[in-house]
Structures are given as structure tokens and as C-alpha cells.
DNA sequence: ACCTGAACACCGTTCAAGT
DNA sequence: ACCTGAACACCGTTCAAGT
């Protein structure tokens, strides 16, 4: 397992900070000790100080190395397809990588691949004809929900449906009578397999899509004013 | 600070979990270890373990008094403004305890005051006429916004408009342009004063309140079957 | 410049022993 | 029943020393 002495690929910090993220999704994020990871690339613990501040810092480089997996939107393009894709390329790739989820949101530090990704969120919002105060509003309100509705799905006790079904039978069976609205949804919709995490988080999307397309027509109806004001950034988007 | 070992009160699993809870508020979860608990009380690390098996389970007792401070919707009384309401509450509590926010979705173990809360929520939606797979909908909906918001909005490197303003200026002008969009949201949306958090949040939750409402009405107007399968329970639900 | 060994100040938890 | 002291197997990080 351990990388031997003699063959070990001259430690710089891409290496450390990719097997971080290997040992982080074989083992998870509490066994990545800066000891373990040392062990792993066949060095002593603090030959890593001299690449690494300290492990926060590893820790920020880590949660960027993941944001650099996650489909950017283009510019151009219909925005509401853009941000249905990239919504859900971060739920597969946070579905990659467990222990990024509740680090993502968290971190003070933003590397390079994250700001360029919030870069290019906005780009195809302001492209697409949203005024400044209604990609802000896009952005936070998308971000909250796919950061949160992942985390929630990462907390479930199953990972399939199958598993669901499973877990509901023995959960519905300890709970009695004690809370009858959860079990009623145990088995009127779990049981009934009527109960999917990936159409779920879809469910969710399209619902918060929608409103924005709303308010994006809205804007677009109501005040000429915020047309012309974006209308330059329309026409004069380019890569 | 620490209690006197001459008067400390009766060392019980309820004192343990409050004073947990307190040295949270006040240091941090990273600051909240065993040791540094039993000294709080006035007592030796070990002497925990004989009201506690471990520190998971403490966190999921913290969590859980966490959940009993967040107002459960009543049954009774239009759901939106139930909903809404919850959600105002939860945002709140949770930043009253910043340390929660993380593990609230992420608990496997959920206690009675988090039971407790699931069950009025989907009990208010069912009276409320919701069928259970659109209250299924609902529920994840809401607690993916809600907890996903309050973790972006708890990473945010300020915490006031006016401390937000201060540091978009800073930003803004180490940022030089290579990210034109973040800084175009910085100088035209923060710096203007456009930007409450508090607004921010509310913003999301009344579009997803909205979206909500729209399916709720189209079932009821669509399929006259699925009112059929609700009115009993929308007639029948009593406390 | 890059790596190391020993040490410091911590952890959560087990265990045998005290009252 | 409830609490304790010592110990085990760990942490992240500092520091002085090696090459």
C-alpha cells in the first residue's frame, strides 16, 4: 500500500494535495491525518510543512481541487440549461468526494478553480440577461440548495432505493405509532417505491428554476430600464 | 470560570449536554473536547462516559437540544406562513449556535426534539392538504435552502451590511480583473448597499414558498383524485 | 532547498481501581 | 452507582539539526 522510499516521485504539492483527495475518498475525511498522508507518500509527517502551511490550508487546496472537477456553464448558451447542468455536476462530483460536501461552503479561503467557477456562473447569468441584483439572487439561492440538498442525501442511512425500501421496513416497525405522519410517508411513498434521490434533487431544481425564469421575465416585462441597463453586457459578452 | 469542585450540581446527562452546548456557543466545536468539558463542570474527563458512551453521541444530544429551540409549525393555520415562519426560526437559531449548522443534515442518529419537529412539519402540510409525495417534495425543498443558506451564509467573511461593504472594498481592489463579474457584484450590488442577508434569505424561500403554492393548486385543480385521498386527512386532522 | 527526529501540548477512550 | 488516575494510541505543529 504505502508507497516504498526508494521509488517516491519527488514530493511537490500537486501530488500531496491529489493523494490527499484519494486518501480522503478511500477513508474518509477523519482518517486523513498529516501523519497518514505522509505514511502514504512514503515521507516523514513534517516534509509536508515545507509545501503546506499548515492542514487548513491543504484542506482549502483539496475542497478547490474538487471544485475543478465540476462542469463550468458556458457563456453562451441558454442560462436555465447551464445552470441545470452544472447543479448537477456538482451533486456527482460532491457524490465523488463525501467528505468535500461539508467543507465546500465553509471554507475562507477560495482557491483559483473556485472563484473562476463563481466566475463563470455569474458570466452566464449577466450574459444571459440577468441584472446584477438577479444573479445575486440565482447564485445564492442555487448554491444553498445544492449544497444543502446534497449534504442531506450524503446523511440518509441508504444509498440505493432498494436500500431505501430497506431501511424504511425496519425504521416504520421500531417507530410504532409515535410519529404517524412519517410513517405514512414511509410507506405510502418510500415503500412504494414511488422514491428516488436523484428525481428528488431534479424535483427541487426545476421548482427553483422556474421561479427565476419567472422573475427573469418579470424583469424583462415590467422595467425597460433594467433591459437597457444589461442589454449592453448581452451584446458585448464575449469569451 | 470553572465550576468549584465543592459545589458543583449532580453531574447529570442533561447539565453535560447544556454546558456542551454553551462551551460551543462561546469557543467553538473545535474547542469543545472531552477534557475541556469535564473541567467546565468541575469534574474529570472520565466521569462523562458514565452518562455519555461517547462524543458522537454527545453531538447528536447538542444537536437535538439545538432542534428543540426551532419553533415547530402548529397544524392548524395556512402552511405557507407556517413554513416560513419555521424557516425564519431555524436561520435563527442556527446563528445563535454556529457550531450546529454543519451537523444538523449530517447526524445519523436523530433524537426526539428532531423527530419530534419532522413530524409537525409534515403533519401541518398534510392538513394543509399536501399529498405525501408532494409534501416528500416540500420538506427536502425547504431543509436543503434552509441549511444549505445558513452554512454560505455562516462561511461569509463578515457579518453586517456594513462589514460586508468594508470588505468588498478590500476585495475588490486585491481581485485586479481578472474576475470582472465578481467585481462588477461587489462595486454595483454590495457597495451600494443592495445586499442583506436577511433579505437574501428571505428572497429564496418566498420563490420556493411560490413554486410550492403553484403545484399545490395545480393538483388541486388537476387530479380531483389526489383531493380525494388528502380530505380525510384535511378534515380529519386534529390534535 | 528539502527532509528528519525528538519533543510539546494536546486528543478520545479503555481499564482497573477507588468510594 | 458514580467517579478517578494512569495509560494507550493517536493528533497538529515547533524546533533544531541534518544533507
Known amino acids: 500500500m504505502t508507497a516504498s522510499t526508494s521509488d517516491r516521485p519527488a514530493l511537490d504539492l500537486a501530488t500531496i494535495v491529489s493523494t490527499a483527495v484519494r486518501l480522503a475518498d478511500a477513508e474518509g475525511l477523519e482518517r486523513l491525518s498529516m501523519r497518514r498522508l505522509a505514511q502514504e507518500l512514503g515521507v516523514q ?10 492542514k487548513e490550508n491543504l484542506l482549502d487546496r483539496m475542497v478547490d481541487a474538487v471544485y475543478a472537477e465540476v462542469d463550468k456553464p458556458a457563456a453562451r448558451g441558454p442560462w436555465r440549461e447551464a445552470m441545470a447542468r452544472r447543479a448537477r455536476s456538482a451533486r456527482e462530483v460532491l457524490n465523488r468526494h463525501r467528505w468535500a460536501t461539508p467543507l465546500m461552503d465553509s471554507r475562507r479561503e477560495p482557491g483559483p478553480s473556485t472563484l473562476g467557477h463563481h466566475e463563470a456562473v455569474l458570466d452566464c447569468l449577466r450574459v444571459g440577461g440577468f441584472s446584477v441584483a438577479l444573479a445575486a439572487h440565482a447564485f445564492s439561492l442555487l448554491d444553498a440548495y445544492i449544497f444543502g440538498f446534497v449534504l442531506q442525501e450524503q446523511a440518509l442511512p441508504f444509498e440505493s432505493p432498494d436500500e431505501a425500501r430497506a431501511v424504511a421496513t ?43 425564469e419567472q422573475r427573469y421575465n418579470a424583469a424583462l416585462d415590467g422595467s425597460p430600464a433594467t433591459i437597457t441597463a444589461t442589454s449592453t453586457t448581452t451584446t458585448g459578452g464575449k469569451r
Open 170 to 212: 425496519a425504521i416504520g416497525e421500531q417507530m410504532g405509532d409515535a410519529y404517524p405522519r412519517m410513517t405514512e410517508m414511509l410507506t405510502q411513498h418510500v415503500l412504494k417505491g414511488d422514491y428516488d434521490y436523484a428525481l428528488e434533487f431534479d424535483y427541487g431544481l426545476e421548482l427553483i428554476l422556474e421561479g427565476l
Open 45 to 54: 509527517a513534517m516534509s509536508l510543512y515545507h509545501h503546506v502551511p499548515n
